[in-house]
T-cell receptor, first 112, second 115 residues
Framework: QKEVEQNSGPLSVPEGAIASLNCTYS??????FFWYRQYSGKSPELIMS????GDKEDGRFTAQLNKASQYVSLLIRDSQPSDSATYLC????????????FGTGTQLKVEL | EPEVTQTPSHQVTQMGQEVILRCVPI?????FYWYRQILGQKVEFLVS????????KSEIFDDQFSVERPDGSNFTLKIRSTKLEDSAMYFC?????????????FGPGTRLTVL
């Protein structure tokens, strides 16, 4: 069973629409959840972190966490062509080395 | 805004050669990490480092790999005898804390090509 699962996409949305990206994880002791954006050939860029159940909003981005369902999502409102990238979900557990376990990422394409 | 830096951006080496990848973490961060990403694959954890010790390492991080903080600013990853399958992007990351809120910031990466 994969530790962090994401739909690889591509997910295509029109400019101005809401993009919804989903992620499930298998390790119930995961404590911290992150969304990274990765442009082709570039490094992961942290865009959101979430640690407790519910919603967390930051500008056009909203992260949602449901630990009971082992599910985390990212909503991007008013999607722009510059949002076109691969979005990586990452989880970690408290303690030890706090390694991040990444999903394979969802490719988002925002079309004009 | 502070950022993680890495050198070189691209390293080409022959199989069996040693390489050292260098990183300068964000200055007030205490926890350091190396990840790698083989082309077309997911980002994989290699090792975490705190207080001059390895905190955790993955199965990938075998005896051919080592890390070091030789001074107050640099953090290095050494691969003693490179293999073809070591070809990947290597990312350094750092975080301020390792307790619950563990936001890790990544450097731009070093592309390692083993011929």
């Amino acid at each position: 069973q994969k530790e962090v699962e994401q739909n690889s996409g591509p997910l295509s949305v029109p400019e101005g629409a809401i993009a919804s990206l989903n992620c499930t994880y298998s390790d119930r002791v995961s404590q911290s959840f992150f969304w990274y954006r990765q442009y082709s050939g570039k490094s992961p860029e942290l865009i959101m972190s979430i640690y407790s159940n519910g919603d967390k909003e930051d500008g056009r981005f909203t992260a949602q966490l449901n630990k009971a369902s082992q599910y985390v999502s990212l909503l991007i409102r008013d999607s722009q062509p510059s949002d076109s990238a691969t979005y990586l979900c990452a989880v970690s557990r408290t303690g030890g080395g706090n390694k991040l376990t990444f999903g394979t990422g969802t490719q988002l394409k925002v079309e004009l | 805004e502070p950022e993680v830096t890495q050198t070189p951006s691209h390293q080409v080496t022959q199989m069996g050669q040693e390489v050292i990848l260098r990183c300068v973490p964000i200055s007030n961060h205490l926890y350091f990490y190396w990840y790698r990403q083989i082309l077309g694959q997911k980002v994989e954890f290699l090792v975490s480092f705190y207080n001059n010790e390895i905190s955790e390492k993955s199965e990938i991080f075998d005896d051919q790999f080592s890390v070091e903080r030789p001074d107050g600013s640099n953090f290095t990853l050494k691969i003693r005898s490179t293999k073809l399958e070591d070809s990947a992007m290597y990312f350094c990351a750092s975080s301020r804390s390792s307790i619950s809120y563990n936001e890790q910031f990544f450097g731009p990466g070093t592309r390692l090509t083993v011929l």
